[in-house]
């Protein structure tokens, strides 16, 4: 058995990282060993490792923090041996077996497909609530979003299409655009300093009401001058690693405003019944297959080196898994 274990965090995150053998102790009543059958590597999971996300783990630590696996153990009662489970966020999920309270075990349908559940727990929600809580957003309206080829990007536009959101998709270069286009994108545009007068072409001065910020730096200005007068800026990420930048103009002419999105806060305050509907919802998206993302790539958990530095490596079409 195996783990992906780090002691330490620095610049080059496959450099801290390896996979490490490991037993597994006697299980309580109300433990269960589960075998992992997939678990993401996140932009969030690489920061962790160089040190530069906002919540650090205390070291060692176990990369992973979300994924699926099958029951192959019970110490008492629970779930049904070969059930699919989610794994509890934030356990360590890069690890071919895991230790879990039974009660912390959330069943999902056998029938799914496995590796597009193992990803739900994050990117989903995180597109759909950010959809939700900060705009009343109606059907034919305007949603507009960078990073649009990223995982949380994709979901998005598939939520967006759900439920009747026309979406204006930016992307870096033009060697996405084609993909974004793929996935049910209304409008794919590059990113650059004409965007806001793109948008208004692409919309006919029907100006979005709510713009998604995965980036930071300049491109959250771009997308400030690009929605509608009063309209809802919302950051979730800085993948430019650089501050959000507005200018005077939108705040205080076009009366914009810049709010932020950070799952772990909205599991913090959210009650257990929606949390659990907003999971119901996305599962049955993905049961329907009505809601997906692509994968670049599969890595066992002896290679998470090559797995990290494949996440960690720009211009790739789709997610890196961990598998068992």
Not at 153 to 182: H, M
């Amino acid at each position: 058995m195996l783990k992906a274990q780090y002691k330490v965090r620095g610049k080059i995150p496959q450099d801290v990282i390896e996979a490490v053998e490991f037993e597994v102790p006697e299980l309580a009543e109300d433990e269960a060993l589960v075998e992992l059958i997939a678990s993401p590597i996140n932009p969030s999971d690489v920061l962790t490792l160089t040190g530069d996300y906002g919540i650090l783990p205390p070291l060692p630590a176990i990369g992973g923090n979300e994924g699926v696996g099958k029951i192959v153990k019970l110490g008492g009662k629970g779930p049904a041996l070969g059930q699919t489970v989610m794994l509890p966020v934030g356990i360590g999920t890069w690890s071919t077996h895991m230790v879990c309270k039974t009660a912390q075990l959330i069943p999902v349908p056998n029938e799914a497909d496995p590796k597009q559940l193992a990803m739900m727990t994050i990117n989903p929600p995180t597109a759909l609530l950010m959809l939700e809580e900060f705009v009343d957003l109606k059907p034919g309206d305007w949603v507009i979003q960078n990073a649009a080829n990223s995982g949380v990007g994709s979901y998005l536009i598939q939520l967006a299409k759900i439920k009747g959101l026309k979406t204006i998709n930016v992307v870096r270069r033009e060697s996405a655009v084609e993909g974004v286009k793929a996935l049910g994108a209304d409008v794919v545009l590059v990113d650059g300093p004409k965007l806001a007068k793109e948008v208004a072409s692409a919309t006919g001065d029907n100006l979005p009401k709510l713009a998604i910020d995965a980036i930071g730096g300049a491109a959250t200005d771009r997308l400030a001058a690009s929605v509608a007068m009063g309209g809802t800026l919302v950051n979730y990420g800085l993948m430019s690693g650089e501050p959000c930048q507005v200018s005077a103009t939108s705040f205080v002419f076009r009366d914009v405003t810049l709010k932020g999105f950070w799952l772990a806060r909205w599991f913090r305050n959210a009650t257990p019944e929606k949390q659990m509907a907003v999971f119901g919802q996305i599962t049955k998206y993905i049961v329907e297959g009505k809601l997906q993302t692509k994968i670049h790539a599969e890595y066992p958990v002896s290679e998470i080196k090559h797995a990290v530095a494949a996440a960690a490596e720009g211009g790739r079409d789709g997610k890196i898994l961990v598998t068992g």
